[in-house]
Nanobody
Framework: QVQVTESGGGSVQAGGSLRLSCTAS????????MGWFRQAPGKEREGVAV????????YYGDSVKGRFTITQDNAKNTVYLQMNNLKFEDTAIYSC??????????????????????WGQGTQVTVSS
């Protein structure tokens, strides 16, 4: 059974930065595909950023390109999401997702939550204007 553990999040003023971390464990094969998704009240879940170690690729949602950066430490099965120049509209619950040994995907596929079976509990990010 794969476990996904998140840390980080919190409250920040607009223009500030936050860093989220997520570690997956339980599947010794490694090669996780991992990413961050978010959901704001009354809105659908949105793919924020994903990192696929099998392809050495990263994908970003359009709303965060140029502001957020995802990095992956394969040895630790951990991804980090550095969020800079945060905006009020970034306020949401951010959830980490993981899929061990995932197949190659297009950006559209990779940013869909349905591509991942294992999820963390979520962490709140609040940006005040």
């Amino acid at each position: 059974q794969v476990q996904v553990t998140e840390s980080g999040g919190g409250s920040v003023q607009a223009g500030g930065s936050l860093r989220l971390s997520c570690t997956a464990s339980g599947d010794t094969r490694g090669g996780y595909c991992m990413g961050w998704f978010r959901q704001a009240p009354g809105k659908e879940r949105e793919g924020v950023a994903v990192a696929h170690s099998n392809m050495g690729t990263t994908y970003y949602g359009d709303s965060v390109k140029g502001r957020f950066t995802i990095t992956q430490d394969n040895a630790k099965n951990t991804v980090y999401l550095q969020m800079n120049n945060l905006k009020f509209e970034d306020t949401a619950i951010y959830s980490c997702a993981a899929e061990p040994v995932c197949p190659p995907m297009t950006a559209i596929q990779a940013l869909r939550g349905s591509a991942y079976r294992y999820w963390g509990q979520g962490t709140q990010v609040t940006v005040s204007s």
